[in-house]
């Protein structure tokens, strides 16, 4: 609403179908109604700003809260100042909600610059990354513009006029086709720059996903399963919770501060439904961390791979979530595996004779509630 009346308003004075003196509330009297849209909006803007810090947790909060609260205040003061001018109230109140007014002007950027560098509201280093590939592509594509302009004024010297125009034409079309090209290769170049770290950290952890599956013993495996998320993540805390058969999750081979979970746990629904990986801080469950990813094995959830915040305060990217959730399902499927060597080849077998069983008798009664004439022997 606050939107189309000011297009409205700059239309009317385009136009001159009305003047300023019927929309500016600031220099008007009589049209402080005009306000009432831009007021509605900070009020809904307000509401939505509350709701937000309420639902997040943690940082996330902590960087609602100094980046809405600093704009929040900035247009709160604004509207209560555009009230009190076209209510005419007091010189003295004027003076203070128009310096008030001003005063959040100040600190409102401030407030905004620390959460965007102090609280991470913003990845810096890939605002950085993208700068400096633009900058890169622009030095690129005007050298390349110069020399050949440089080149064919050179070479075609004394020609007609026509010819020079021709080639910056061409020189103009080839580098709009090749501006793709030339993107895709300074992009990787400067990302290996600036990003190095980050894409050796998941390398890393996809190259262990592929390695759990030629490590023997159980508690090695555990161990460097943690170790080397730790290590490429800079997460505070990780848990492999894996199934104890008793309808509970517990941390392998004791790793841990012996929590168990039920199966039923939301958390672990979610993981067992839909194989995807979870965000924590949208469920209510009684796993404690930022992500959990499923480990998985022959279609089945063996356990979940829990991963904390991290150290520094930053988010998962995700392309790290994805090498996360590839590092789980080769733990898990690895570990699912050595369970099975770890057990007697006849205990395996009475073990599969017995689902056989069951299923049997789960199809024997089906065909008997269909037709209760059938005997079958």
């Not at 909060?61 to 001018?85: D, I, K, M, P, Y």
């Not at 610059?113 to 605002?127: E, I, P, Q, S």
Request: hydrophobic share 50%; glycine share 8%.
């Amino acid at each position: 609403m606050a939107v189309a009346v000011s297009i409205a308003a700059v239309v009317g004075e385009m136009t001159l179908w009305f003047s300023a003196d019927a929309y500016l509330p600031l220099y008007s009297g009589r049209s402080e109604y005009w306000a009432i849209p831009y007021d509605v909006a900070v009020v809904l803007a307000a509401c939505c700003s509350a709701l937000a810090i309420a639902a997040s947790r943690g940082k996330e909060r902590q960087r609602a809260v100094w980046a809405l609260v600093s704009l929040g205040a900035l247009f709160v003061a604004n509207a209560v100042t555009t009230f009190v001018v076209g209510a005419q109230s007091s010189y003295a109140s004027l003076l203070f909600w128009i310096g008030l007014r001003n005063f959040f002007f100040f600190v409102a950027p401030i407030g905004l610059t620390y959460a965007a560098l102090g609280r991470r509201l913003l990845d810096v280093g890939f605002v950085v990354n993208r700068a400096v590939i633009l900058g890169i592509i622009s030095l690129v594509v005007v050298a390349i513009f110069i020399i050949v302009e440089w080149g064919a004024s050179e070479w075609l010297a004394g020609t007609n006029h026509a010819a020079p125009l021709a080639v910056s034409m061409a020189v103009a079309l080839g580098l709009g086709l090749s501006m793709r090209f030339i993107h895709r290769h300074v992009d990787r170049f400067v990302d290996e720059i600036f990003f190095r770290k980050r894409h050796e950290d998941e390398a890393a952890l996809r190259r262990f996903a592929k390695e759990a599956a030629y490590i023997t013993d159980r508690t090695t495996l555990v161990q460097r399963a943690i170790a080397e998320v730790k290590e490429h993540t800079d997460a505070a805390t990780v848990q492999l919770l894996l199934y104890d058969g008793n309808g509970h999750y517990a941390p392998a081979d004791g790793v841990g501060d012996g929590l168990r979970v039920g199966e039923n746990d939301r958390a672990l629904v979610a993981l067992r439904t839909w194989h995807k990986t979870v965000d924590l801080h949208r469920l209510d469950t009684a796993l404690q961390g930022e992500y959990a990813y499923p480990m998985l094995s022959r279609g089945h959830l063996v356990g979940a791979l829990v991963c904390g915040p991290k150290i520094d305060g930053d988010s998962y990217a995700p392309d790290e979530s994805n090498a996360l959730s590839e590092l789980a399902h080769g733990v898990g499927t690895a570990l699912d595996l050595l369970d099975d060597k770890g057990r007697d080849n006849s205990t395996i077998v009475l073990e599969r004779l017995a689902e056989l069983s069951q299923r049997i008798g789960e199809v024997y009664a089906t065909v008997r509630r269909q037709d209760p004439s059938n005997d079958m022997v």
